[in-house]
C-alpha cells in the first residue's frame, strides 16, 4: 500500500512510496500533525545517487518491523536533499554539531516545532562494529522524548546555541587585496599531489574551483608551478577511472588516491564545473586533450541528461541492478566479444583490461598504455561500438528532476563552449535551456529550484539565482541577443532584494518568500558546487560591471572582506570566493561588440579571434542593431557605434578604453597586450 509520497515528483520521495513506514513529505501537515499528537519527528534526507541511502532503505524502511516502530513513536518525514537544500543545510549542521561528522542518508530527530535534539548518518539494521542498530536508536530517542523531556530541550537549546555561535563569519575592515590571493596559493601548495594531481590523499575529488583558481593564478603571475598543478591534474583525471572512457563526463570522485576507482554516480554540476575547467584550461595552454574531454563531457550531457524541453537532469545512480558501478565495468572477453581478437588485445592494452581486474574481479577502464600512431582511428571507432554495447545493459537510474541552480553551471559551460568551438549544436541546446528556465522555472520575477513532470515548485535559493544569472550572461555571450542580458539583470535586482540583508551585510541562502525554519540558513563555504553568497558575489561584480550600479560591487566587496581570513585558513573551502576576489582586484576587460553574429561573417571572425583567449575577468556587451529586444541604457555603450558601417568591437581594459577595432590582425595584436 503506497504512502503520502505517492503524490510526489522526486524520484527520490518516489523510492520510498511503497515503503511501510508512514512518510510524509516535509509539509505543514506533517508539522501540524507532530504538534497536534506531541509526537516527535524523525527526518530522513537523502538523494537518489545515494548508495548508502538505498541500503538503508532496504535494510530498514522496507522492514516491516522497524517501520512499525517508527510510525508507533514518530511523525516520519522524507526529503530530498537536492529538492530541499535549505533543510539539509541547517539539520546537516546539528548533525555535525551532535556526532562531529555528517553525510547521507541523515537521520535526524526533531521536537514537534523543528528542533533537533539528537541524529547520525546510516544506522544498520542491528547493533554492527561499534555502531547502533536502527530499533536500539529508535528505541532509545522516543523513550528519552516521552520520558525525559527536559533533558531533550535541553538538547535543543544547546545545538541552537552552536549553530548561532557559527554564524556568521565575524567582519573584518580590512581593504581587499591581491596579497590574499598569493596568501591563498601559498596555503594551498603545501597539500597537493605532485604525482597523481589533485589535493589530498583517499578519497580524492576534483576540486575543479581550485582549478580555476590556479589558472587565474597564472595567468595573472605566470607562475609555472600553478600551470603545472592545473595540467597534471587534468590529465591524471583524464586517464583515470573517475573518467567514464566510453561514454564521457565524469564520476563523483576517486575512492583512491590515484583517480582510478570512482564512486560511479554522476552528477550534474560536476560535470558542468569539470567541463568548463577544461575549456579554461584548453584556452590557456592549447593542448588538445583539454578539449577532447570538454567536448565529450558536454556531448554526454545532450546525450544523457537532456530532457525535450531544454532542462538538464540532475544525477545517475552509482548502482545498476543493486550493484555499484556494474554499468561501467568490462572484462577482456567482453571486449573481444565486440571489438574482435586483435582489435580487442590492443584496446584492453590501452584500457588496462586485465583477467585480473582492477575492480571486484571487472576493468574499469583507464589510459594504461599507448595506441599505435598509425591508428588513432582505431581507439574511436572501439569507444563507439563499445558504447553501443554498454547500451545494451540495464542502465543506473535517472533522477530526472531540474534543479535551476545547476543547469545555470551546465548552461554557463555550454554557452562558453558555443562560443570557444563554434558549435551550433552546443548554442542551440544553451538557447534552449535559458528559455526552459524562464519560461517553466519562473513565477513572475521569482524563480523556482525544481521542475519535474510540468511542475515546477520550492521557491529558488539563492544559488538558483546566481548561478542562472551567470548562465544568461554567457548566452548573452554566445547568442548576441539582448534579451537573455535584459534577464539575467532583473534577476540580480529580485536575488538582492530578497537574499541580501544589509543590517547584517551577508547573503542568506533563503528568500523571504521562504517558510521559516529554526535557523536561517547562510552558507558560505564552496564544496561540491559554489555556495550561494559566492555566486551571489561575482554575479554582482558582473553586473555592478556591466550597469554601472555601484550599490551592487558594494555589496560584493562587503561580502568579499568577511571571507578574505577564513580563505586564507581554508583555501579549499573558499575557491569560488577566491575567484571572485580575483575578478574584483585583478585587471578587468570590458568588451562591446557590435554587430550581426547570425548573418554576418565579419562579426563572426572577430567573435572567433576574441574568444580564442581566456579573459577571466570579463564582461560583454554584444549589440545587434537588429535585435528587437535591444538592451538600452548601460554606460558601456554610450557613444558606441559601427565605424563605417563594419563590425565594430571596443576592448577596455579597467575602465579606460581604446579605439574601436574593425581590422582582425589589429584585434589580435590589442589581444595579445591585455
Known sequence: MSNRLIEETSPYLLQHAENPVDWYPWSEMALTKARTEDKPILLSIGYSACHWCHVMAHESFENADIA????????????DREERPDL?????????SITGRGGWPLTVFLTPDGKPFYGGTYFPPEDRQGMPGFPHVLQTVADAYYHRRREVEQATGEIFKTLKSKTPISSAEAPLSVETLSNVYSALK????????GFGGAPKFPQPMAMEFLLRNFLRTRNPEAIKMVTLTLEKMAAGGIYDQIG????????????????????????????RVYLQAFLVTGKQLFRRIAEETLDFILRDMT?????????FDADSEGVEGKYYVWTPLEVAQVLGEKTGSIVNNYFGVTAGGNFEGNNILHVAGEIPDQLPELLQEARTAMLNRRRQRVPPRRDEKVIASWNGLMLSSLAEAACIFGREDYRAAAAANGSFLINSMMDDAYLKHTWKDGKAKVEGFLDDYAMVIEGLLNLHMATFSGAWLRRAIGIAEVMVDEFWDKSAGMWYDTSKRHQSLFIRPSSTNDNAVPSGASSATMACLKIARLTGKADLERIAVQALRRIQESAIRYPLGFCNWLCALDFQVSSSQEIVII?????????QELLRILYSRWF????????DPSDPALVTGLPLLEGKIMIDGRPTIYLCENYSCSTPITDQDLLRTRLSKM
Not at 190 to 197: I, Q, S, T, V
Not at 307 to 315: A, K, Q, R, V
Not at 616 to 623: E, G, H, I
Open 616 to 623: 577571466p575577468n570579463k564582461v560583454v556587451v554584444l549589440f
Open 68 to 79: 512499525r516502530l517508527m510510525n508507533d513513536n514518530f511523525v516520519n518525514i522524507k526529503v
Open 307 to 315: 530532457g525535450s524541453e531544454g532542462g538538464f537532469y540532475s544525477t
Open 190 to 197: 603545501p597539500n597537493f599531489d605532485w604525482e597523481y594531481g
Open 248 to 275: 564521457g563526463g565524469f564520476h563523483r570522485y576517486a575512492t583512491d588516491n590515484i583517480w582510478l576507482v570512482p564512486h560511479f554516480e554522476k552528477m550534474l554540476y560536476d560535470n558542468a564545473l569539470l567541463s
Open 88 to 96: 539539509d543545510e541547517v539539520y546537516m549542521k546539528a548533525v555535525q
Open 595 to 603: 554587430g550581426n553574429r547570425q548573418n554576418d561573417s565579419t562579426t
